[in-house]
């Protein structure tokens, strides 16, 4: 039977699994594992594997050979959190928590038998646990593993029973594999915060004023425009090149919309096609250079819809006519226009094509054909006849070639990719299979094979697969529908919060000073009361508006080397050592944020002046 105190842990903290324990419970064990004394009179476990008994642990002596087992592990202090693999009685476990009281663990059991009698021998409340994993759900180990890591990131060490290599060895390999795929996408997502936290905000609040002359294209067009019909998504691949005549056959006929992503607006106007929207959501300030060639030309009959975080430059002298869409990444807008929660946005991604997919379907198209979509290298290109920048070549270097994966194409060939395109490949995927609604046909010649779609030349598709439909003329006319006296208000409530800002954050910065004068001249008994002073403060900074919206996304990487710093602050017991590592912790971060409350405040200052301006001439 689970201890009392067990099932009250896991009823607290994991009902899932106590409600899969009890149906196992309820079901009668099997006698696949079998609990047994061993010679030294301590329990052990064996486990039947087609009709024969391994042993878990010695069926001599298992607690020597679980001292022996944790012994061996090296460099334990180096680790901040640890994952044992493999319960069994959980005598290893309980032997290292009173070598190490203060390390937490998890703990990963594939066998939920076994998990059933490790709850039945130990004390969960003994022992410095995290999370017990179990699923083999790959979903819901991925997301446990991402908590851990997001918290912990590369100093966890796996401690695996040497049985569990043997008996699981898929499902420990699995383990590891998953592990080394979220640390990437940690890295990836640090370095993606790095490069653009700055940007989304300034970009976000720059564009303002702009959303407010320009049709939210999920909002304020009229979506009988796209319901039911078909669209295209031209990307900049090189296998464009081969379909031009066919996408201007699609164009003169109106069988289909055709939106452009990223640099394929250059490869189609270069022939005269001109896409019925061109989307782009960049942040960074080299996204204009797409847009050059179209300014330069005051070429004003394609639409641009943009995301709201999207690069400002790029919006600057557009000649044609603009819509916008609410991007993740917008931490600014939401604050302003009336019900944000129920307007539609789409999430940040990787790519511009599968930022547009999102849209795509949120417009209530029925087929979303994908051309130019190579995600990988066509005769060492990245890009289509026609897309000439100069700080990037077209052709990849002899370093990216050797730096390349092998993944198959449409064909059922192997063709050469980059770890970018991979992740657009597997985030695009994953949004075709949230569309069952939605048929995807990929018509990339010898581009990367697409899981969710069929392949089929677009000669092909224009002939028996295109759902006809016709485009409507101008079907982007339409006008701002957000409610300007509302904007009004709480743009100068957002005023009086940032006013706000700079006497919460001297408020901070002095408590910080305390703190410091008091731990050099070791006041041990006034720094409790200082401790609840500065949290104080601090919690009084977290909570204004203008810090949450304009300096807070600005300073992502910052929170998580604070988070970093300052865990297990509260659990120091020595007060002049916690006095000093609050001031490490903090110091840095509050006066970066009081730089970066300075840059944003700006910034704010000329775009609510723009939003005044405009309002009043419209009010009038």
Not at 145 to 168: A, D, H, Q, T
Not at 281 to 293: A, E, G, K, R
Not at 528 to 535: H, I, K, M, P, T
Request: glycine share 4%.
């Amino acid at each position: 039977m689970i201890l009392i105190s067990n099932r009250n842990y896991l009823r607290i903290n994991n009902r899932t699994l106590l409600n899969q324990l009890n149906e196992l419970e309820d079901k009668s064990l099997k006698e696949n594992v079998v609990i047994e004394a061993s010679k030294s009179k301590e329990l052990t476990l064996k486990i039947n594997i087609n009709n024969k008994y391994v042993y878990i642990h010695s069926k001599y002596d298992p607690l020597t050979e679980a001292k022996r087992i944790v012994e061996q592990q090296n460099e334990i202090d180096a680790y901040d959190h640890i994952i044992f693999i493999g319960a069994g009685l959980g005598y290893h476990i309980k032997i290292f928590n009173k070598l190490y009281p203060n390390k937490k663990i998890s703990i990963y059991e594939p066998n939920l038998e076994i998990l059933y009698h490790f709850l039945s021998h130990q004390e969960l409340s003994n022992l410095n646990i995290g999370s017990i994993i179990t699923s083999l759900d790959e979903k819901e180990m991925q997301e446990k593993l991402m908590l851990l890591i997001n918290r912990f990131g590369k100093n966890i060490l796996f401690f695996s029973l040497p049985v569990y290599e043997k008996l699981y060895h898929p499902q420990v390999l699995g383990i590891f594999e998953l592990y080394k795929a979220n640390l990437n996408n940690k890295r990836t997502n640090i370095v993606t915060n790095i490069s653009f936290q700055k940007r989304w905000t300034i970009n976000s609040i720059k564009n303002f004023p702009v959303l407010l002359k320009t049709p939210n294209i999920l909002h304020d067009v009229n979506e009988k425009a796209f319901a039911g019909k078909s669209a295209i998504i031209v990307a900049a691949g090189p296998s464009l090149s081969q379909e031009f005549d066919n996408l201007k056959f699609v164009k003169e006929n109106r069988l289909a919309y055709i939106f452009s992503v990223g640099s394929a607006i250059n490869s189609l106007i270069e022939r005269d096609i001109y896409p019925d929207a061109a989307c782009t959501y960049d942040p960074t300030h080299l996204n204009q250079v797409v847009f050059q060639n179209l300014k330069e030309k005051k070429i004003d009959k394609i639409p641009l819809i943009f995301g709201s975080s999207v690069g400002y430059e790029t919006l600057e002298n557009y000649p044609g006519p603009m819509l916008h869409m609410i991007t993740s990444q917008d931490t600014v807008t939401g604050n302003f226009i009336p019900n944000p929660h129920k307007i539609k946005a789409v999430l940040d991604a990787p790519s511009i094509a599968v930022v547009t997919f999102q849209l795509l379907k949120l417009l209530g198209f029925q087929q979303i054909i994908l051309v130019g979509q190579n995600l990988a290298y066509q005769n060492n290109l990245r890009y289509a006849d026609g897309i000439n920048y100069q700080h990037i070549s077209n052709e990849i270097n002899e370093i990216e070639k050797e730096n390349s994966i092998l993944i198959k194409d449409v064909y059922g060939n192997d063709i050469k990719t980059n770890e970018g395109f991979n992740r657009m490949r597997a985030q695009l995927e994953m949004y075709i299979r949230e569309s069952k609604d939605i048929e995807v046909i990929n018509t990339t010649k010898g581009g990367a094979m697409i899981e969710g779609t069929e392949f089929t030349p677009l000669s092909k598709v224009i002939e028996n697969r295109m759902i006809y439909s016709t485009v409507v003329p101008n079907w982007y006319n339409a006008n701002n529908s957000y409610d300007l006296r509302y904007i009004k208000k709480q743009i100068n409530k957002m005023k009086k919060s940032k006013d706000e800002f700079t006497h919460y954050i001297e408020n901070v910065l002095s408590e910080l000073k305390l703190i410091e004068n008091y731990v050099e001249s070791k006041y041990v008994n006034q720094l409790e009361a200082r401790f609840v002073n500065f949290d104080s403060e601090f919690d009084k900074l977290k909570n204004n508006d203008f810090y949450k919206s304009m300096v807070l996304p600005m300073m992502r990487v910052q929170i998580d080397v604070l988070a970093e710093k300052s865990s297990g602050i509260k659990y120091e017991k020595n007060i002049l050592e916690k006095g000093d590592r609050v001031i490490q912790a903090f110091a840095p971060f509050i006066l970066d944020c009081k730089a970066h409350y300075e840059f944003a405040s700006e910034h704010f200052e000329i775009m609510k002046q723009e939003v005044d301006n405009f309002i009043e001439d419209c009010i009038e």
